[in-house]
């Protein structure tokens, strides 16, 4: 291809930045033109988006967000919304569209692609890591890091006070945030969507534990298990120990990118950016076993990653 668009598309992740600009730098050195689009797919439909040249990448990869802005579009969601789409990249003379999104983004590209036939590549950018096909998305270590950060200082003063803390986590359908973060956080407990629990059973054990002279307790909940809040609310109940709550939010989502997400996002970016320019389509590229691999993105876009079982084991082992 000649020409092509770069996109980010959702909620944004730490290392978007730097797989676009390794999109744009891969084909500026290919000899291709590259455009950005403004704000995910609305931005597309009104017609928000420039011609990059190498400059426009400058000073980005170590800023979290996306520079190119991204939106949640609804119209989007619709065949003519995605009919209108075709048309501008048509009207534009843009050939492929690369897009770096999560798993709804994704679906959406995939529908762009099968109705309109134009060629697809898509990166795996969301902070959930929930994207099947891939052990990685971009941001979703740094995102790690961000929480477990967030651990330590809690437990500081959780342990000054004797009290157990309830952390409630982002992760709508995936635990994998919780369950990375709280391992690596020491975490006494971690709900996850992906397993049932037994709040009676773990507040006899909280109980049993502080008796014997326990300190701190921290207790991790990826928000797709509930509230974070009302399940606090219940141990405290149980348990009569002190008992605090802490949303951990959008913080979750900003920050300067980690080493591994500014590395693989670069190295992502230039695999996708040649693929597409070589013609590739429907296709998401991302990691598996420490390798990059290309994933067809229908497969991506139709099934459901689950959480690897030995992360829940380790979890029940280490608590
Ligand atoms: O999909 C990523 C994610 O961070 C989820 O974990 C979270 O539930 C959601 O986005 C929040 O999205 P927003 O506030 O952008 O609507």
Redesign the pocket.
């Known amino acids: 291809l000649k020409s092509i668009a770069v996109i980010t598309s ?2 944004d992740s730490p290392g978007m930045n730097a797989a676009a600009r390794a999109v744009v730098r891969t084909a500026l050195y290919e000899g291709v033109k590259v455009w950005g689009i403004n704000d995910g797919y609305k931005g597309l439909l009104e017609e928000n988006m420039f011609e990059m040249k190498s400059q426009s990448v400058s000073d980005i990869i170590q800023r979290g967000g996306t520079f190119l802005g991204t939106a ?1 579009c609804p119209e989007f969601e619709t065949p003519e919304g995605r009919k209108k789409a075709y048309d501008i990249l048509v009207k534009k003379g843009i050939q492929g569209l690369l897009i770096i999104g ?1 798993d709804g983004s994704l679906r959406g590209a995939q529908k762009l692609s099968a109705e309109q036939g134009i060629p697809i590549v898509g990166l795996p950018g ?3 890591n929930d994207v099947w096909g891939t052990d990685y998305t971009i941001g979703s270590d740094t995102a790690a890091n961000t929480i477990v950060e967030a651990i330590n200082k809690l437990r500081d003063t959780a342990s000054a006070h004797s009290r157990i803390i309830v952390i409630e986590v ?3 359908k995936s635990g994998w945030l919780a369950m990375v973060a709280g391992i690596s956080g020491g975490a006494e407990y971690i709900l996850v969507p992906e397993e049932t629990y037994d709040l009676d059973a773990i507040c006899d054990n909280l109980r049993t534990r502080y008796a014997r002279g326990k300190r701190s307790s921290i207790i991790v909940v990826a ?1 797709g298990v509930g509230s974070g809040t009302a399940i606090g609310k219940i141990i405290g109940d149980k348990t009569g120990i002190d008992t605090r709550i802490s949303v951990l939010g ?1 913080i ?2 900003g920050g300067s990118p980690s080493v591994e997400d500014r590395l693989k996002a670069s190295r992502l970016g230039e695999k996708a950016a040649l693929a597409l320019i070589s013609g590739l389509s429907n296709i998401v590229f991302g990691f598996q076993k420490g390798k990059i691999v290309s994933i067809d993105l229908h497969d991506a876009v139709t099934n459901i990653k689950s959480l690897d079982p030995d992360y829940l084991r380790l979890a029940k082992i280490l608590s």
Do not use: L, N, S, V
């Open positions: 959702g909620g949640r999560g969301t902070i959930d982002m992760g709508r928000e959008h979750q989502r």
